[in-house]
C-alpha cells in the first residue's frame, strides 16, 4: 500500500463513451501526477498539478481532461478516445517538486479501448 | 528531451545468478531514481542517487551513479524469484522545469527457482 489509491482497476470503454479515472493520495502530498505507460515504452507524463494548479501539459490530445479539486484528488476525465489510448494510467503524488522529488505511485487503471 | 536508455530489455536467470541493470543517456542528470514495479502494481522506488560516483547499497542491490551523472546501475547479487519485475530508471534534468522525471522504457527482470 503506497498510499495513492486509484479507480477503477480495469475499464473498458468504447470509442463514444465518456468516463472518469479517479486517484486519491493519503500521504499529505502538494503534487499530482497523471502518467500514461504502454508495453515497452518509458512512462508518459501527462499533467502535473502542485496545490491544485496545473504546472505541466506534455501536449495531451484534448479528449483527456485532468480536474484537481484538492490536493488530495485527481481526475482523468475520458471522451471520444482512440484504440492507442489503451494503455496502462499511473497517478502519483509527491511532497514537493525538485530535481530529488520522489514519487509515490497508485496501481494504476488498466485502460482498453474498442 | 533527455532520453534514458536501459539495457538490456529483458533478462531471465536462474536463483542464485547476479545481474545488472544498466541505465544510460546523453544528458547530466541532477538525480536518478530506481523504481522495481510488479505485475498489476505501479511503480515502487527503491533508491535515489544524487552524487556523482555515488554508490548506495540495499541488501543483495547495489546502485551505482556514473562519475558524470549521465549513466547509472543496478546489480543484485544472487537474485531471488523477489526480485522479478520491471526495473525502471528515472531521471531529473538539471533544467528541468517543476517535478519531472524522465522515466526510461525498463528492464524486464525473471527469476526462475
Known amino acids: 500500500e503506497t498510499g495513492v489509491t486509484q479507480t477503477p482497476r480495469h475499464l473498458v470503454m468504447g470509442m463514444t463513451n465518456k468516463k472518469s479515472l479517479k486517484c486519491e493520495q493519503h500521504?499529505?502530498?502538494?503534487?499530482m501526477y497523471w502518467y500514461k505507460q504502454s508495453a515497452k515504452k518509458p512512462l508518459e507524463l501527462m499533467f502535473v498539478y502542485s496545490l491544485e494548479e496545473r504546472v505541466e501539459n506534455n501536449s495531451v490530445p484534448s479528449r483527456f481532461s485532468p480536474e484537481c479539486p484538492n490536493s488530495s484528488h485527481l481526475f482523468l476525465h475520458l471522451h471520444t478516445l482512440q484504440p492507442e489510448d489503451s494503455a496502462l494510467y499511473l497517478c502519483?503524488?509527491?511532497?514537493?517538486?525538485?530535481?530529488?522529488?520522489?514519487?509515490?505511485f497508485g496501481a494504476g487503471t488498466r485502460l482498453s479501448v474498442l | 528531451t533527455q532520453l534514458l536508455e536501459q539495457s538490456p530489455q529483458f533478462l531471465s536467470i536462474q536463483e542464485g545468478e547476479n545481474l545488472t541493470v544498466y541505465c544510460n543517456s546523453s544528458s547530466v542528470f541532477s538525480s536518478l531514481q530506481w523504481y522495481r514495479q510488479e505485475p498489476g502494481e505501479g511503480p515502487v522506488l527503491l533508491v535515489t542517487?544524487?552524487?556523482?560516483?555515488e554508490v548506495k547499497k540495499l541488501k543483495r542491490l547495489t546502485f551505482q551513479f556514473g562519475d558524470a551523472r549521465k549513466d547509472s546501475s543496478l546489480h543484485i547479487t544472487a537474485a531471488q524469484p523477489g526480485d522479478t519485475g520491471l526495473y525502471l530508471c528515472?531521471?531529473?534534468?538539471?533544467?528541468?522545469?517543476?517535478?519531472?522525471?524522465?522515466f526510461g522504457a525498463g528492464t524486464q527482470v525473471v527469476v526462475t527457482p
Open positions: 528515472a531521471g531529473a534534468g538539471t533544467t528541468d522545469s517543476w517535478g519531472k522525471l524522465q
Open positions: 500521504l499529505g502530498h502538494n503534487a
Open positions: 502519483a503524488s509527491s511532497q514537493d517538486g525538485g530535481p530529488k522529488n520522489i514519487q509515490y
Open positions: 542517487v544524487v552524487t556523482g560516483g
